[in-house]
C-alpha cells in the first residue's frame, strides 16, 4: 500500500467527481466492465454521447468501482479526460497517461489497466449503439 | 561532591536526547505498524532516527536493525548465524563482554566449538594466533570487539579484518563501548556486522542496534510479525528509537570535543595514580579508549575498594557492570595473564564528559586518604592473599 | 490525542498514549536514578530500588511475586522466552499446545520451532473465536509441555476461559503460558488461582512506555534464557535494566489497578453505543459474541464494501478515526485476517473488516461521530461500487 504518495490520488478516491451514483443522466450510450480478480477490483464506465461515430463527443462519463482505492482514483480521472472529448480522441488515452498522471507505483498499475478495459468496451459500444 | 566515574557501565541521557523523545511520549503516540496517520508518523519518525544512526557509524539506513539492547544484538549476531547451519567453529577474544562470551557458551552447548584467540599481556588480540586458528577451517563466525569496556583497550580492527575475511568467515564486532569514545566506521572497518548500544552515548536504555551487511545470512531471535526486515519482531519503542537517533546525532557534532576533553582528565589521573604507592594499570601500554582507566591497589580487594568509594560518594566499578557482585577477578584481566591475586583488586573509572578536574583531584585525594590507611587490610583481600 | 488534526483515536489495541503520571515517573527516573541498576555503587542501587517498585506494583496487579517476573523489551520478546525458552529446556520430547487465533509472536515462533523439530498442535475455535476445552483437553491429556494462549485476542477482544484452561492443564501436568498483552489492565489475572506458570505482558497496551514488557516465571518452571551475557535476571534474561521504562511500567500498572473496573464499565457501554450506531447499516456482523468480548473492543466485517478502501475511507480525509484493520503487526503484509478467517469469515469479509478499540480517552462524542463517520463512509463506498 502507498498511500504516502500522491495526495492528489488520495482526494480523488475520497471526493471522486465522476460517480454514477451522484450522476444525474438516465440515457447512457456506452458501457463497459472489466474485473482484476487477484486484487477483488470491479470497475464499470459508463458514456453519454451527443452522437455516434468516431467524432461524436461524449457529453458524460461516470464510473462505479469496487477495490482498493486507487482503482476508484483511476476511474474518475479517466472519465474526467475524456467528458467533452470525441470518441476517437477518447480512443487515444493510453495506460502511460494514467500512471503518470496519478503517479501509480508498479504495483497499482493494474488499477490503469483495469480501468482502461472497461473504457475500451464501454467506447466501442457507444461508437456501434450510436454509429 | 558526588562523582560519577562509571560511563562505561551507563551515561545520564543527554537533556537534547530527552526533549527530543518528549513528544513521542505524550502527544504522538501511534504505533509504527499502524497503517493510519498516528501510526504513519511513527513509522517515519523511527526511519528518521535509523538515518541518524546509520550515520554515525557510517552505515547505510537498511543495515540498522534495532533491538532491545547491546547485549541483545550481541546474542544475535552469534546466534544468528549458528541458527542457520549445523555447528561448527567460532572464534572469539577471550575479553569480550559477558553478553559474548555467555552466548558463546550457550552454543558450546549446543556442539558448537568456540575458540579463544590469544591476547597479549595489554589485552591485544594476536594476529598470528587468529590466523593460526582460522587456517583450522570451518569457522562460521569471528567475534572481537573493538574497544574493551574494562581496560579500554582498542584492537586493530585493520589487521584483524582481512584475516578473517580471507579466511571466508564472517566477523562480528562488538562496538558498545567505541562508538561514544574514539568513533566507528562500520563501512572501513570490515566487519560484517557490529554491535551498538543507545545508553553508551547518553542515550535511553532499552535501545540498541544490530549493524548488518546484507551480505550476511542470520536467523531472527524474536519472531512475530517481521519487522526489521524480518530480523527482529515487536512494537517499535518509538520514543526509545527517537532517542537513539537524537543521541547519535548529538554525538557527532561534540565527540571530537569529548574525547579530548576526557583524555586530558584520563591523563591527569594516570599521572596522579603513577605517583602512588601499590598501584598498577592494566591495559598501560596499548591504545586505549580515552576515557577509561582501569588499575589495582595492592592490598585491596576490588569490590572492597569500590564500597569504600561509594561510601566517599564516588561511584566507580570493578570489571563490568553486567558481572558485578560474583566476586570473581575479571576473566578479562586473568586472559591477559594478570596474576589473580593483582586482578582481585581492580576497580575501573570511565569518565564522562561532563566530568571535572575537580573531581579528578578529589578522587585521587580520596584514593590516596584510603590507601594510606597502613595499607589497611580489607575482608576481601585477605581473601586475595588466601587465593595468591 | 492529536486535536490539531481531527482523527479520533480508537485503536488502543494498537497502542495506548501515556497515563497520566506515567510521564513524570519516566522523567523522575531519568533524573534521578540514571545509574545502571546492576552496578554496586550508590546511584547503582538507587537505580534498583526504583526497579523492585515497579515489580512489587506489577506483582499485585497480576498477583504474582515481584521477583518471580522478568523485564523483557516488550510482550513479543516474552512470548518468544516463554515458548523457545521452555521447548529448549524440555528438548525433544516437547510438545506445544496453541490456538490459530494467536498473535503472530506466538505463530511465528511455534513456527520457527516447528522447523526445528518441535512437535507443534494447533487447535481451532468456533464462530465465536472460542477454544473447545474439551477438544484442549484431549489434546493435553494425550501429553503436553506447555499450553500457550493469549487471555484476549487483539483483533477481536475474544477472552478465552484462562481459569478453565489452567485447570486443564493442572489435571495433566502441562504448563500454562498466557499471553496477556489484551488483558492485562481489562480483566482481572491472578496468575495462583488460574493455575498460570507463565504469563506475557506489555507496557504499552495499559498506558506504559513502548519498549518494555515482562515474563512472569512461576518457580520451578524451567526454561532456559534467550538473551544471554551478564546474568541479570537470574540469568534468565541478560542485558542493561532500563530503570526509567520500568518506572513508567509501574507507574502505568499503579493507575490501572486503580482504574481497571471503572474503565471496564465506561468502556463497555461506550462499545455497545458505538455498535447501536453501526447496527443501523445492512450488511454488518459483529464478530465475536458480546458475552465473551473484552469491554474496549468491537471487531466488524461489512459486506459490498473493499477492506482496503474501507479502512483507507476511514483512516484518512476529514475526521479521520484511527482504527485497524487487522492487527498493526501483520498489516504491512497486506494480509487479510487470519483469525477472522478461522471463525468462519470468508477471505473478502475478513479483509473487508475494521477493528475499533476504544480507551482512556474516548468519551460519548468521539463514539458518536465514529459511528456517524463509519456509516456514512460504508455507504459512500457502497454507492460507488454501484450497490444500492
Not at chain 2, 21 to 47: F, I, Q
Not at chain 3, 56 to 74: C, E, F, H, K, Q
Not at chain 3, 152 to 165: H, K, R, S
Amino acid at each position: 500500500m502507498s498511500r504516502d504518495r500522491g495526495a492528489g490520488w488520495l482526494s480523488r478516491f475520497l471526493a471522486p467527481r465522476h460517480a454514477i451514483a451522484e450522476c444525474a443522466i438516465i440515457q447512457w450510450h456506452g458501457l463497459g466492465e472489466a474485473d482484476t480478480p487477484g486484487e477483488d477490483a470491479h470497475c464499470r464506465i459508463q458514456l453519454a454521447c451527443e452522437h455516434g461515430g468516431d467524432d461524436g463527443r461524449i457529453v458524460a462519463a461516470a464510473f462505479a468501482a469496487f477495490g482498493p482505492p486507487v482503482v476508484v482514483a483511476c476511474a474518475d480521472w479517466v472519465c474526467e479526460q475524456v467528458e467533452d472529448r470525441t470518441i476517437k480522441d477518447a480512443r487515444s488515452l493510453n495506460l502511460r497517461a494514467i500512471e503518470q498522471a496519478l503517479a501509480l507505483a508498479a504495483g497499482e498499475r493494474y488499477a490503469a489497466l483495469l480501468v482502461m478495459d472497461a473504457l475500451d468496451m464501454a467506447l466501442a459500444r457507444a461508437s456501434s449503439n450510436l454509429g | 561532591m558526588s562523582i560519577y566515574f562509571d560511563h562505561n557501565a551507563t551515561t545520564p541521557m543527554h537533556p537534547d536526547v530527552f526533549e527530543a523523545m518528549r513528544p513521542w511520549l505524550t502527544e504522538r503516540h501511534g504505533n509504527a505498524s499502524s497503517l493510519h496517520r498516528a501510526g504513519r508518523e511513527a513509522r517515519a519518525a523511527v526511519d528518521e532516527a535509523r538515518g541518524l544512526v546509520a550515520d554515525c557509524v557510517n552505515a547505510h539506513p537498511s543495515q540498522i536493525i534495532f533491538t532491545g539492547g547491546g547485549t541483545e544484538a550481541d546474542n544475535m549476531a552469534l546466534k544468528g548465524v549458528a541458527a542457520l547451519r549445523r555447528p561448527g567453529r567460532m572464534l572469539i577474544s577471550p575479553i569480550e563482554h559477558p553478553a559474548i562470551t555467555d552466548a558463546a557458551e550457550a552454543l558450546e552447548r549446543d556442539g558448537w566449538q568456540i575458540g579463544r584467540v590469544a591476547v597479549d599481556g595489554q589485552g591485544r588480540v594476536d594476529v598470528a594466533d587468529l590466523e593460526r586458528q582460522l587456517a583450522g577451517g570451518d569457522v562460521a563466525l569471528v567475534s572481537i570487539m573493538v574497544a574493551n569496556n574494562e581496560t579500554g583497550v582498542i584492537q586493530d580492527m585493520d589487521s584483524i579484518a582481512p584475516v578473517v575475511r580471507a579466511a571466508g568467515a564472517w566477523l562480528h564486532t562488538d562496538a558498545v563501548q567505541a562508538v561514544g569514545k574514539l568513533g566507528f566506521d562500520f563501512a572501513a572497518s570490515g566487519a560484517h556486522c557490529a554491535s551498538l548500544s543507545s545508553h553508551k552515548i547518553q542515550g535511553p536504555k532499552g535501545v540498541g542496534a544490530l549493524v548488518v551487511d546484507k551480505q550476511m545470512d542470520m536467523s531472527p531471535l524474536v519472531h512475530g510479525g517481521g519487522h526489521e526486515q524480518g530480523l527482529r519482531s515487536g512494537s517499535y519503542n518509538v520514543a526509545g528509537i527517537v532517542g537513539f537517533g537524537a543521541a547519535a546525532k548529538r554525538l557527532m557534532a561534540d565527540r571530537d570535543a569529548e574525547i579530548a576533553h576526557m583524555r586530558d582528565l584520563r591523563d591527569k589521573l594516570e599521572t596522579g595514580l603513577d605517583a602512588m604507592p601499590g598501584i598498577t594499570r592494566f591495559s598501560a601500554n596499548a591504545e586505549r579508549l580515552a576515557n577509561t582507566c582501569q588499575f589495582a591497589v595492592a592490598g585491596y580487594d576490588g569490590e572492597g575498594l569500590l564500597m569504600l568509594l561509594d561510601r566517599e560518594d564516588i561511584a566507580v566499578s570493578s570489571g563490568s557492570a553486567c558481572a558485578a557482585g560474583t566476586g570473581e577477578p575479571s576473566p578479562v584481566l586473568l586472559a591477559m595473564g594478570v596474576d589473580p591475586a593483582v586482578a582481585q583488586g581492580a576497580i575501573r573509572v570511565s569518565l564522562g564528559p561532563q566530568n571535572t578536574l575537580d573531581e579528578i583531584q578529589q578522587f585521587l585525594r580520596v584514593l590516596g586518604r584510603l590507601s594510606d590507611g597502613g595499607g589497611m587490610a580489607m575482608p576481601g583481600s585477605i581473601s586475595a592473599s588466601v587465593l595468591g | 490525542m492529536s486535536a490539531t488534526r481531527d482523527v479520533r483515536y480508537l485503536d488502543h489495541a494498537a497502542t495506548t498514549p501515556l497515563a497520566p503520571g506515567v510521564f513524570e515517573a519516566m522523567q523522575q527516573a531519568l533524573l534521578e536514578t540514571p545509574a545502571n541498576p546492576a552496578s554496586l555503587h550508590g546511584p547503582g542501587r538507587a537505580a534498583a530500588e526504583q526497579v523492585e517498585m515497579a515489580a512489587d506494583t506489577l506483582g499485585t496487579l497480576v498477583n504474582a511475586r515481584p521477583r518471580d517476573l522478568i523485564w523483557t523489551s516488550g510482550a513479543t520478546e516474552s512470548i518468544n522466552l516463554a515458548l523457545k525458552g521452555a521447548a529448549e529446556f524440555v528438548g525433544d520430547a516437547a510438545h506445544l499446545v496453541s490456538v490459530v487465533t494467536e498473535h503472530s509472536a506466538t505463530l511465528d515462533t511455534l513456527a520457527w520451532l516447528e522447523r526445528r523439530g518441535t512437535r507443534v498442535t494447533r487447535l481451532g475455535v468456533d464462530s465465536a473465536g472460542r477454544l473447545d476445552l474439551d477438544a484442549l483437553e484431549t489434546v493435553v491429556a494425550d501429553g503436553a509441555t506447555l499450553v500457550s494462549v493469549m487471555h484476549v485476542n487483539n483483533e477481536t477482544g475474544v477472552i478465552q476461559d484462562i481459569e478453565a484452561i489452567g485447570a486443564i492443564c493442572g489435571r495433566h501436568g502441562a504448563l500454562l503460558h498466557v499471553d496477556a498483552a489484551q488483558s492485562l489492565g481489562r480483566l482481572p489475572i491472578d496468575c495462583a488461582r488460574m493455575n498460570i506458570a507463565l504469563l506475557s505482558v506489555s507496557a504499552h497496551k495499559i498506558g506504559g512506555p513502548k519498549g518494555i514488557g515482562a515474563l512472569f516465571v512461576r518457580p520451578r518452571t524451567g526454561i532456559a534464557a534467550q538473551v544471554h551475557g551478564g546474568g541479570q535476571q537470574r540469568g534468565l534474561r541478560s542485558g542493561t535494566l532500563a530503570t526509567h521504562q520500568i518506572a513508567g511500567f509501574g507507574a502505568a500498572a499503579r493507575r490501572v489497578a486503580e482504574t481497571r473496573d471503572s474503565e471496564h464499565q465506561r468502556l463497555a457501554a461506550l462499545r455497545d453505543r458505538l455498535w447501536a450506531h453501526i447496527e443501523t447499516l445492512d450488511g454488518v456482523m459483529r464478530n465475536g459474541e458480546r458475552a465473551h468480548l473484552a469491554a474496549p473492543f468491537l471487531n466488524v466485517s461489512v459486506a459490498d464494501v473493499h477492506g482496503e478502501a474501507l479502512l483507507v475511507g476511514l483512516t484518512e480525509g476529514a475526521l479521520a478515526l484511527a482504527v485497524s484493520s487487522g492487527a498493526a503487526c501483520s498489516a504491512a503484509k497486506g494480509q487479510s485476517s487470519y483469525v477472522l478467517r478461522a471463525m468462519g469469515r470468508t477471505p473478502r469479509e475478513a479483509g473487508a473488516s475494521i477493528r475499533f478499540s476504544l480507551g482512556s480517552d474516548t468519551d460519548t462524542a468521539a463514539v458518536d461521530e465514529a459511528g456517524a463517520r463509519f456509516v456514512a463512509e460504508v455507504r459512500r463506498l457502497r454507492a460507488l461500487a454501484g450497490v444500492a
